[in-house]
Protein backbone atom coordinates (compact mmCIF):
# COMPACT_ATOMS: atom_id res chain seq x y z
CA UNK A 1 0.00 0.00 0.00
CA UNK A 2 2.94 2.19 1.14
CA UNK A 3 4.29 1.70 -2.70
CA UNK A 4 0.59 2.57 -4.13
CA UNK A 5 0.73 5.41 -2.21
CA UNK A 6 4.53 6.85 -3.59
CA UNK A 7 3.06 6.80 -6.97
CA UNK A 8 -0.02 8.98 -6.50
CA UNK A 9 0.32 12.23 -8.67
CA UNK A 10 -0.22 15.56 -8.72
CA UNK A 11 -3.28 17.66 -10.29
CA UNK A 12 -0.41 19.38 -12.37
CA UNK A 13 -2.00 21.55 -15.08
CA UNK A 14 -5.06 19.21 -15.48
CA UNK A 15 -8.39 20.88 -14.72
CA UNK A 16 -12.04 19.37 -15.59
CA UNK A 17 -13.48 20.05 -18.44
CA UNK A 18 -16.67 18.02 -18.58
CA UNK A 19 -19.11 16.68 -15.75
CA UNK A 20 -20.38 13.04 -16.76
CA UNK A 21 -23.82 14.32 -17.44
CA UNK A 22 -22.08 17.15 -19.77
CA UNK A 23 -21.59 13.92 -22.42
CA UNK A 24 -23.84 11.90 -24.89
CA UNK A 25 -23.37 10.23 -27.91
CA UNK A 26 -23.13 13.92 -29.84
CA UNK A 27 -19.80 14.53 -27.56
CA UNK A 28 -18.26 11.61 -29.85
CA UNK A 29 -14.99 12.48 -30.09
CA UNK A 30 -14.66 15.44 -28.01
CA UNK A 31 -11.50 15.66 -25.83
CA UNK A 32 -12.40 15.59 -22.59
CA UNK A 33 -10.89 15.83 -18.87
CA UNK A 34 -12.42 13.92 -16.14
CA UNK A 35 -12.47 13.83 -12.26
CA UNK A 36 -14.06 11.41 -10.08
CA UNK A 37 -13.78 8.34 -7.68
CA UNK A 38 -13.30 4.57 -9.07
CA UNK A 39 -17.11 3.19 -8.61
CA UNK A 40 -16.37 -0.20 -10.09
CA UNK A 41 -13.39 -1.84 -11.83
CA UNK A 42 -13.78 -5.05 -14.29
CA UNK A 43 -11.50 -6.63 -16.29
CA UNK A 44 -12.39 -8.49 -19.60
CA UNK A 45 -8.50 -9.64 -20.71
CA UNK A 46 -6.35 -7.17 -20.82
CA UNK A 47 -8.84 -4.41 -21.15
CA UNK A 48 -10.19 -2.48 -17.89
CA UNK A 49 -13.48 -1.59 -17.63
CA UNK A 50 -14.10 1.73 -14.85
CA UNK A 51 -17.20 3.06 -13.94
CA UNK A 52 -15.88 6.76 -12.44
CA UNK A 53 -18.83 8.56 -10.29
CA UNK A 54 -18.60 12.43 -10.01
CA UNK A 55 -20.97 14.75 -8.44
CA UNK A 56 -23.22 14.95 -11.25
CA UNK A 57 -23.22 11.17 -12.34
CA UNK A 58 -21.50 7.84 -13.32
CA UNK A 59 -19.26 7.20 -17.05
CA UNK A 60 -17.82 4.16 -17.95
CA UNK A 61 -14.14 4.61 -18.69
CA UNK A 62 -12.57 1.94 -21.42
CA UNK A 63 -8.51 1.27 -21.27
CA UNK A 64 -7.19 -0.51 -24.06
CA UNK A 65 -3.19 -1.04 -23.34
CA UNK A 66 -2.84 -1.04 -26.77
CA UNK A 67 -3.27 3.19 -25.83
CA UNK A 68 0.32 2.33 -23.96
CA UNK A 69 1.75 0.29 -21.36
CA UNK A 70 1.83 3.49 -18.67
CA UNK A 71 -1.95 3.42 -18.49
CA UNK A 72 -2.56 0.01 -18.75
CA UNK A 73 -0.05 -1.02 -15.48
CA UNK A 74 -2.00 2.37 -13.80
CA UNK A 75 -5.07 0.78 -14.50
CA UNK A 76 -3.65 -2.83 -13.10
CA UNK A 77 -2.87 -0.83 -10.00
CA UNK A 78 -6.13 0.45 -9.35
CA UNK A 79 -8.94 -0.18 -7.00
CA UNK A 80 -12.57 0.40 -5.97
CA UNK A 81 -12.86 3.98 -4.47
CA UNK A 82 -9.84 5.60 -6.09
CA UNK A 83 -9.93 9.16 -6.65
CA UNK A 84 -8.33 9.27 -10.27
CA UNK A 85 -8.27 12.10 -13.58
CA UNK A 86 -8.83 10.70 -17.10
CA UNK A 87 -7.73 12.82 -20.13
CA UNK A 88 -9.00 11.50 -23.46
CA UNK A 89 -11.86 11.43 -26.14
CA UNK A 90 -15.60 10.74 -25.86
CA UNK A 91 -16.76 8.31 -27.83
CA UNK A 92 -20.21 7.15 -28.75
CA UNK A 93 -21.37 3.30 -27.60
CA UNK A 94 -24.66 1.80 -28.03
CA UNK A 95 -24.12 -0.18 -24.86
CA UNK A 96 -22.93 2.23 -22.64
CA UNK A 97 -24.47 3.85 -19.81
CA UNK A 98 -26.59 7.00 -21.78
CA UNK A 99 -24.76 5.85 -24.76
CA UNK A 100 -21.23 7.37 -24.43
CA UNK A 101 -17.88 6.21 -23.20
CA UNK A 102 -14.88 7.63 -22.81
CA UNK A 103 -11.34 6.28 -23.79
CA UNK A 104 -8.55 8.14 -21.95
CA UNK A 105 -4.44 8.70 -23.24
CA UNK A 106 -3.41 9.35 -19.60
CA UNK A 107 -4.48 8.27 -16.67
CA UNK A 108 -3.48 10.41 -12.98
CA UNK A 109 -4.01 8.22 -9.80
CA UNK A 110 -4.86 10.74 -7.28
CA UNK A 111 -5.89 8.85 -4.10
CA UNK A 112 -6.13 5.34 -2.99
CA UNK A 113 -8.10 4.80 0.33
CA UNK A 114 -6.18 2.38 2.96
CA UNK A 115 -9.42 0.87 3.53
CA UNK A 116 -12.69 -0.13 2.10
CA UNK A 117 -15.48 1.75 4.00
CA UNK A 118 -18.30 -0.66 5.84
CA UNK A 119 -20.52 -0.65 3.38
CA UNK A 120 -20.89 -0.63 -0.85
CA UNK A 121 -20.81 2.74 -1.54
CA UNK A 122 -22.61 1.66 -4.79
CA UNK A 123 -24.68 -0.94 -3.97
CA UNK A 124 -28.05 -0.49 -2.08
CA UNK A 125 -27.78 -2.98 0.72
CA UNK A 126 -26.26 -0.76 3.42
CA UNK A 127 -26.00 -0.56 7.52
CA UNK A 128 -28.34 1.11 9.69
CA UNK A 129 -28.55 5.17 9.45
CA UNK A 130 -27.19 5.42 12.59
CA UNK A 131 -23.71 3.70 11.74
CA UNK A 132 -23.56 5.43 8.27
CA UNK A 133 -23.78 8.78 10.23
CA UNK A 134 -20.82 7.94 11.99
CA UNK A 135 -18.87 8.30 8.46
CA UNK A 136 -21.46 10.60 7.58
CA UNK A 137 -19.08 12.25 4.43
CA UNK A 138 -18.63 8.87 3.42
CA UNK A 139 -21.89 8.06 3.67
CA UNK A 140 -22.74 11.01 0.89
CA UNK A 141 -20.86 9.48 -2.03
CA UNK A 142 -23.49 6.89 -2.35
CA UNK A 143 -25.63 8.29 -5.48
CA UNK A 144 -28.92 7.64 -3.39
CA UNK A 145 -27.73 9.77 -0.80
CA UNK A 146 -26.01 12.38 -3.24
CA UNK A 147 -29.48 12.64 -5.29
CA UNK A 148 -30.93 13.66 -1.64
CA UNK A 149 -28.89 16.96 -1.39
CA UNK A 150 -29.39 17.55 -4.74
CA UNK A 151 -33.24 17.70 -4.32
CA UNK A 152 -32.32 19.61 -0.81
CA UNK A 153 -30.42 22.32 -2.75
CA UNK A 154 -32.52 22.84 -5.39
CA UNK A 155 -35.22 23.62 -2.72
CA UNK A 156 -32.50 25.86 -1.16
CA UNK A 157 -32.41 27.79 -4.31
CA UNK A 158 -35.76 27.83 -5.07
CA UNK A 159 -36.69 29.57 -1.69
CA UNK A 160 -34.45 31.96 -2.28
CA UNK A 161 -35.25 32.53 -6.40
CA UNK A 162 -39.20 32.77 -5.13
CA UNK A 163 -38.66 35.31 -2.20
CA UNK A 164 -36.06 37.47 -4.20
CA UNK A 165 -38.46 37.94 -7.01
CA UNK A 166 -41.19 39.09 -4.38
CA UNK A 167 -38.72 41.24 -2.89
CA UNK A 168 -37.32 40.46 0.17
CA UNK A 169 -33.83 40.60 1.21
CA UNK A 170 -32.14 38.17 2.98
CA UNK A 171 -30.89 39.07 6.06
CA UNK A 172 -28.43 37.39 8.93
CA UNK A 173 -29.32 37.72 12.60
CA UNK A 174 -27.46 36.91 15.58
CA UNK A 175 -26.54 33.14 16.53
CA UNK A 176 -25.06 34.11 19.74
CA UNK A 177 -27.72 36.09 22.15
CA UNK A 178 -28.16 37.02 25.27
CA UNK A 179 -32.39 35.87 26.18
CA UNK A 180 -34.18 33.26 25.17
CA UNK A 181 -36.85 34.02 22.21
CA UNK A 182 -39.73 31.91 23.25
CA UNK A 183 -38.62 30.70 26.69
CA UNK A 184 -35.78 29.22 28.58
CA UNK A 185 -36.74 25.52 28.78
CA UNK A 186 -34.93 24.54 25.47
CA UNK A 187 -31.81 26.77 25.44
CA UNK A 188 -28.47 25.96 24.87
CA UNK A 189 -26.40 27.66 27.56
CA UNK A 190 -22.72 28.72 26.42
CA UNK A 191 -20.43 31.21 28.34
CA UNK A 192 -19.49 34.26 26.18
CA UNK A 193 -16.22 35.69 28.00
CA UNK A 194 -17.41 36.26 31.21
CA UNK A 195 -21.07 36.10 30.98
CA UNK A 196 -23.70 33.60 30.25
CA UNK A 197 -25.77 33.82 26.36
CA UNK A 198 -27.59 31.13 24.10
CA UNK A 199 -27.85 30.14 21.38
CA UNK A 200 -30.45 31.13 19.11
CA UNK A 201 -33.98 29.38 18.82
CA UNK A 202 -34.72 31.63 16.43
CA UNK A 203 -34.17 34.79 14.33
CA UNK A 204 -37.82 35.82 15.32
CA UNK A 205 -36.90 39.20 17.58
CA UNK A 206 -34.07 40.27 15.07
CA UNK A 207 -36.45 39.88 11.65
CA UNK A 208 -39.26 41.70 13.50
CA UNK A 209 -37.01 44.54 14.34
CA UNK A 210 -35.56 44.34 10.59
CA UNK A 211 -39.02 44.99 8.76
CA UNK A 212 -39.25 48.41 10.11
CA UNK A 213 -36.12 49.38 8.07
CA UNK A 214 -36.63 46.73 5.27
CA UNK A 215 -40.35 45.46 5.02
CA UNK A 216 -39.36 42.19 3.26
CA UNK A 217 -36.71 40.19 5.35
CA UNK A 218 -35.74 36.47 5.33
CA UNK A 219 -33.25 34.57 6.47
CA UNK A 220 -31.92 30.82 5.80
CA UNK A 221 -29.74 29.52 8.52
CA UNK A 222 -29.28 27.56 11.54
CA UNK A 223 -31.31 27.15 15.11
CA UNK A 224 -30.74 25.80 18.14
CA UNK A 225 -33.11 23.45 20.39
CA UNK A 226 -31.29 22.01 23.62
CA UNK A 227 -34.93 19.29 24.10
CA UNK A 228 -34.61 16.10 25.26
CA UNK A 229 -36.18 13.57 22.46
CA UNK A 230 -36.67 10.84 20.53
CA UNK A 231 -38.23 10.91 17.74
CA UNK A 232 -37.43 10.77 13.84
CA UNK A 233 -38.66 14.17 13.62
CA UNK A 234 -36.44 16.78 15.79
CA UNK A 235 -32.91 17.92 15.72
CA UNK A 236 -31.01 19.55 18.26
CA UNK A 237 -29.58 21.83 15.21
CA UNK A 238 -31.96 22.05 12.47
CA UNK A 239 -32.15 24.77 9.19
CA UNK A 240 -35.20 27.59 9.32
CA UNK A 241 -36.29 29.46 6.95
CA UNK A 242 -37.64 32.69 8.21
CA UNK A 243 -39.87 35.30 6.66
CA UNK A 244 -41.27 38.37 7.65
CA UNK A 245 -42.74 41.31 6.51
CA UNK A 246 -44.61 44.74 7.31
CA UNK A 247 -48.22 45.93 6.35
CA UNK A 248 -49.67 42.45 6.12
CA UNK A 249 -51.88 39.82 8.83
CA UNK A 250 -51.40 36.14 9.20
CA UNK A 251 -54.00 35.52 6.30
CA UNK A 252 -51.26 37.12 3.62
CA UNK A 253 -48.21 35.21 5.41
CA UNK A 254 -50.46 31.98 5.08
CA UNK A 255 -50.61 33.07 1.28
CA UNK A 256 -47.40 33.44 1.02
CA UNK A 257 -46.00 30.00 2.48
CA UNK A 258 -48.53 28.43 0.61
CA UNK A 259 -47.10 29.81 -2.80
CA UNK A 260 -43.60 28.91 -1.51
CA UNK A 261 -43.84 25.29 -1.12
CA UNK A 262 -45.88 24.97 -4.49
CA UNK A 263 -43.36 27.08 -5.92
CA UNK A 264 -40.24 25.22 -4.90
CA UNK A 265 -41.95 21.56 -5.22
CA UNK A 266 -42.61 22.58 -8.26
CA UNK A 267 -39.03 23.82 -9.15
CA UNK A 268 -37.81 20.36 -7.85
CA UNK A 269 -39.43 18.02 -9.69
CA UNK A 270 -38.39 19.89 -13.29
CA UNK A 271 -34.74 20.38 -11.96
CA UNK A 272 -34.58 16.51 -10.17
CA UNK A 273 -35.82 14.21 -11.93
CA UNK A 274 -33.33 11.95 -11.85
CA UNK A 275 -32.51 12.49 -8.57
CA UNK A 276 -35.60 11.47 -8.01
CA UNK A 277 -35.67 8.28 -9.67
CA UNK A 278 -32.34 7.34 -7.52
CA UNK A 279 -34.37 7.58 -4.60
CA UNK A 280 -37.61 5.45 -5.43
CA UNK A 281 -40.17 8.06 -5.20
CA UNK A 282 -42.62 10.13 -7.89
CA UNK A 283 -41.85 13.88 -7.42
CA UNK A 284 -45.21 15.54 -5.38
CA UNK A 285 -47.85 16.83 -7.48
CA UNK A 286 -49.73 19.91 -4.99
CA UNK A 287 -52.92 21.03 -6.83
CA UNK A 288 -55.52 22.71 -5.38
CA UNK A 289 -55.52 25.43 -2.33
CA UNK A 290 -54.22 24.31 0.82
CA UNK A 291 -57.16 23.46 3.52
CA UNK A 292 -57.51 25.88 6.18
CA UNK A 293 -59.01 25.08 9.78
CA UNK A 294 -59.35 26.41 13.12
CA UNK A 295 -58.19 25.81 16.10
CA UNK A 296 -61.97 25.35 16.98
CA UNK A 297 -62.76 23.20 14.59
CA UNK A 298 -60.44 20.23 15.27
CA UNK A 299 -61.05 20.95 19.60
CA UNK A 300 -64.48 20.36 18.90
CA UNK A 301 -64.22 17.45 16.27
CA UNK A 302 -61.77 15.88 19.07
CA UNK A 303 -64.26 16.03 22.07
CA UNK A 304 -67.40 14.56 20.01
CA UNK A 305 -64.74 11.31 19.40
CA UNK A 306 -64.02 11.26 22.91
CA UNK A 307 -60.59 12.40 22.32
CA UNK A 308 -59.31 13.75 26.16
CA UNK A 309 -58.64 17.19 24.88
CA UNK A 310 -58.85 20.74 27.47
CA UNK A 311 -58.71 24.22 25.61
CA UNK A 312 -55.85 25.59 24.49
CA UNK A 313 -53.94 22.43 24.75
CA UNK A 314 -51.60 21.33 21.85
CA UNK A 315 -52.58 19.14 19.23
CA UNK A 316 -49.97 15.89 19.35
CA UNK A 317 -49.48 13.72 16.31
CA UNK A 318 -51.76 11.27 16.98
CA UNK A 319 -54.79 14.15 18.04
CA UNK A 320 -53.49 15.86 14.07
CA UNK A 321 -54.50 12.09 12.88
CA UNK A 322 -57.69 11.29 14.25
CA UNK A 323 -59.17 14.76 13.71
CA UNK A 324 -58.03 14.85 9.56
CA UNK A 325 -58.88 10.83 9.39
CA UNK A 326 -58.99 10.24 5.39
CA UNK A 327 -57.70 13.63 4.81
CA UNK A 328 -53.90 14.40 3.18
CA UNK A 329 -51.21 16.75 2.07
CA UNK A 330 -50.43 19.78 3.56
CA UNK A 331 -53.49 22.14 5.80
CA UNK A 332 -53.64 25.22 8.10
CA UNK A 333 -54.25 25.05 11.63
CA UNK A 334 -55.05 28.83 12.47
CA UNK A 335 -56.83 30.87 15.16
CA UNK A 336 -55.11 29.06 18.16
CA UNK A 337 -55.81 30.21 21.94
CA UNK A 338 -53.89 33.11 22.62
CA UNK A 339 -52.25 31.18 25.53
CA UNK A 340 -50.71 28.45 23.72
CA UNK A 341 -48.38 30.59 21.38
CA UNK A 342 -45.37 32.67 21.33
CA UNK A 343 -45.71 36.27 22.87
CA UNK A 344 -45.20 38.13 20.15
CA UNK A 345 -48.35 36.29 17.98
CA UNK A 346 -51.24 38.91 18.45
CA UNK A 347 -54.34 38.19 19.72
CA UNK A 348 -57.64 39.02 17.83
CA UNK A 349 -59.30 42.53 18.86
CA UNK A 350 -62.56 40.54 19.08
CA UNK A 351 -61.20 38.35 20.73
CA UNK A 352 -58.07 38.01 22.61
CA UNK A 353 -58.69 34.82 23.70
CA UNK A 354 -57.87 33.64 20.51
CA UNK A 355 -54.84 34.57 17.96
CA UNK A 356 -53.60 35.29 14.80
CA UNK A 357 -51.33 32.79 14.55
CA UNK A 358 -51.04 29.32 12.27
CA UNK A 359 -48.79 26.20 12.03
CA UNK A 360 -48.52 24.21 8.24
CA UNK A 361 -49.05 20.79 8.61
CA UNK A 362 -48.55 17.72 6.27
CA UNK A 363 -50.56 14.78 7.70
CA UNK A 364 -49.24 14.69 11.63
CA UNK A 365 -46.18 16.54 10.89
CA UNK A 366 -45.86 20.15 11.70
CA UNK A 367 -43.74 22.04 8.47
CA UNK A 368 -44.16 25.60 9.51
CA UNK A 369 -45.80 28.04 12.39
CA UNK A 370 -46.47 31.95 12.08
CA UNK A 371 -48.74 34.43 12.52
CA UNK A 372 -49.65 38.41 12.79
CA UNK A 373 -47.14 39.99 15.89
CA UNK A 374 -47.70 42.17 18.51
CA UNK A 375 -46.73 45.65 17.16
CA UNK A 376 -47.16 47.64 20.08
CA UNK A 377 -44.90 47.84 22.91
CA UNK A 378 -47.31 48.32 25.54
CA UNK A 379 -49.45 45.12 24.34
CA UNK A 380 -45.77 42.76 24.23
CA UNK A 381 -44.63 44.00 27.78
CA UNK A 382 -48.21 42.37 29.02
CA UNK A 383 -47.88 39.49 26.81
CA UNK A 384 -44.22 38.81 28.00
CA UNK A 385 -45.45 38.90 32.26
CA UNK A 386 -48.58 36.40 30.75
CA UNK A 387 -46.33 33.88 29.43
CA UNK A 388 -43.90 34.19 32.61
CA UNK A 389 -41.10 36.34 31.39
CA UNK A 390 -39.06 39.01 32.73
CA UNK A 391 -39.81 41.90 30.30
CA UNK A 392 -36.40 43.47 31.56
CA UNK A 393 -34.53 40.09 29.51
CA UNK A 394 -36.13 41.69 26.42
CA UNK A 395 -35.28 45.18 26.77
CA UNK A 396 -33.26 45.46 23.90
CA UNK A 397 -36.27 44.50 21.61
CA UNK A 398 -39.09 46.46 23.64
CA UNK A 399 -36.71 49.71 22.83
CA UNK A 400 -37.59 49.31 19.39
CA UNK A 401 -40.87 49.19 19.37
CA UNK A 402 -40.79 52.65 21.74
CA UNK A 403 -40.02 54.21 18.04
CA UNK A 404 -43.12 52.55 16.82
CA UNK A 405 -43.89 49.45 15.00
CA UNK A 406 -45.52 48.56 11.59
CA UNK A 407 -48.19 45.80 11.38
CA UNK A 408 -46.60 42.98 10.30
CA UNK A 409 -46.82 39.13 10.15
CA UNK A 410 -44.86 35.83 9.29
CA UNK A 411 -43.55 32.36 9.74
CA UNK A 412 -41.04 30.27 10.35
CA UNK A 413 -40.13 26.85 8.67
CA UNK A 414 -38.36 23.77 9.45
CA UNK A 415 -36.02 23.11 5.63
CA UNK A 416 -35.52 19.54 7.13
CA UNK A 417 -39.10 18.66 7.58
CA UNK A 418 -40.29 19.75 4.40
CA UNK A 419 -37.93 17.79 2.71
CA UNK A 420 -39.04 15.15 4.55
CA UNK A 421 -42.25 15.48 3.14
CA UNK A 422 -40.57 16.28 -0.83
CA UNK A 423 -38.57 13.30 -0.50
CA UNK A 424 -40.75 10.76 1.16
CA UNK A 425 -37.62 10.02 4.17
CA UNK A 426 -39.34 8.88 7.40
CA UNK A 427 -35.62 10.13 9.15
CA UNK A 428 -35.48 13.59 9.51
CA UNK A 429 -31.30 12.69 10.01
CA UNK A 430 -31.75 11.42 6.20
CA UNK A 431 -31.69 15.46 4.96
CA UNK A 432 -29.70 16.90 7.36
CA UNK A 433 -25.76 17.10 6.15
CA UNK A 434 -24.32 16.45 10.08
CA UNK A 435 -27.25 15.71 11.94
CA UNK A 436 -27.26 16.51 15.62
CA UNK A 437 -29.48 15.56 18.15
CA UNK A 438 -29.15 14.30 22.30
CA UNK A 439 -26.42 11.52 21.55
CA UNK A 440 -25.27 12.71 18.47
CA UNK A 441 -22.36 15.62 18.64
CA UNK A 442 -19.71 13.83 15.79
CA UNK A 443 -19.15 14.00 13.27
Known amino acids: MEAAKSALEDLGSWRRTHYSTDLSPGSDGEEVILFGIVASVRRQGAISFLILSDCKGLIQIVIDPKVGQDIAQKARRLRRYSFIGIKGRARAMDKAPRGVEVAPTELKILAIPSKDPPFDMFGRRVPSLEKRLDIRAVDMRRPQVKALFKIRDSVVRGIRAFLCERGFMEVNTP ?40 ERVYEIGPIFRAERFSTDRHLSESTSVDVEMAYVDYNDAMDLLEELIKYVVRRSSEECGEEFKLIGVEPMALNGAFERLSYGEIFEDLRERGVPISWGDDLSAAQIRSALEGRGGFFFVKDWPTRSKAFYIKPKRDDPKICEGFDLFFGSMEIASGGTRVDSGELLRSRLIESGLNPISFKYHLDVFDYGMPPHAGFGMGLERLLMVITRRENIREVAFFPRDPSRLVP
Open 175 to 214: KLISSATEGGSALFPILYYDKEAFLAQSPQLYKEQLVGSF
